[in-house]
């Protein structure tokens, strides 16, 4: 029988393509990763790791053995979720994967959620991409922004958000929200969101001679600059329209619509946890 704990240092030593580093990750010494991984090799007779001038790599045989260890890890896991799911009181580890930037926005939805399954025990991750980690069982569950939800995904769409253009009631009494657009300050999105959607619309809707007032990379920082005065910016709807500080300049734009999602990986769709959170969040966010 193959020792499954040295298919973890097997494991990282690929994914870090160096003994020392995956020796850090672990907390152990380099000799002992070479050690576990050379008597893994032994015991299955071949080479599983080999040297490159970028580090240690894999062989044939290693992404064979990696893969297949990676599969028998997915049943235990299953087996442990359908296990879980027999518990009488929903309890454990659960961890969420929330998008980056707006994730906060839910806090209080997740704070009745641990109210209510006192038990759980709950991890944020914060990610540009919620669905990814979800995918790649980093996340038990998680709340997502997409236009479709991928196959490989379980989940329920909570609703359509919407963008409109926003300024504070302050900014407008000095900038009519009748001016067009280039005599408007504007909150812009920096280099790293240059690509998004909402960047695009700009770069196609606000005039050139238009001044950029502030450029951010992120929702908070946007939100905070046009609540501060400092020009008209795309805020979501559902967040923007109770603040009295914010009126809307124009209707929503609907291709910046996009569809919230509450999600899990197909695989532990009968963990009580992730039932629990999945049907908690769909109804407390589905009313938000």
């Known amino acids: 029988m193959t020792n499954w704990d040295d298919i973890k240092f097997l494991m990282l030593a690929a994914q870090c393509g160096s003994y020392s580093q995956a020796a850090r990750e672990l907390g152990v010494n380099r000799t002992t990763v070479a050690r576990r991984i050379a008597a893994l090799e032994a015991q299955l007779g071949t080479t599983l790791l080999e040297p490159s001038q970028e580090g ?8 064979h053995t990696l893969q297949s260890a990676r599969n028998i890890g ?10 879980a799911s027999s518990q009488a009181v929903v309890s454990g580890a659960l961890r969420v994967a929330l998008p980056l930037g707006l994730g906060p926005e839910f806090m209080p939805e997740l704070q009745a959620f641990a109210h209510a399954y006192p038990e759980v025990t709950i991890e944020l991750l914060n990610a540009l991409d919620p669905m990814a980690l979800v995918h790649q069982r980093k996340a038990d569950a998680g709340i997502g922004l997409g ?18 253009l926003y300024a504070s009631r302050d900014y407008l009494a000095g900038h009519p929200a009748t001016l067009g657009f ?9 280099h790293e969101l240059a690509h998004s ?15 950029i007032a502030i450029r951010v990379n992120s929702w908070h920082a946007l939100r905070e600059a046009v609540r501060a005065g400092m020009g008209v910016g795309q805020l979501w709807c559902f967040l923007a329209d109770p603040d009295p500080l914010l009126a809307s300049i124009r209707p929503p734009i609907p291709e910046l619509d996009i569809q919230l999602w509450i999600l899990s990986h197909e695989q532990v769709t009968h963990n009580r946890r992730v039932q629990a959170f999945t049907a908690f969040m769909h109804d407390a966010l589905g009313r938000k």
Not at 56 to 63: I, M, S, V
């Open 56 to 63: 240690y790599q894999l062989t044939e045989a290693g992404t």
């Open 197 to 211: 959607q909402a960047a695009l619309w700009m770069e196609r809707e606000v005039p050139a001679q238009a001044k």
């Open 182 to 190: 280039a005599d408007h300050l504007w909150v812009g999105w920096g």
């Open 74 to 83: 997915d049943i235990v896991q299953e087996l442990e979720d359908r296990l």
């Open 147 to 164: 236009r479709y939800l991928p196959a490989y995904l379980k989940g329920h769409s909570l609703g359509t958000l919407q963008r409109a």
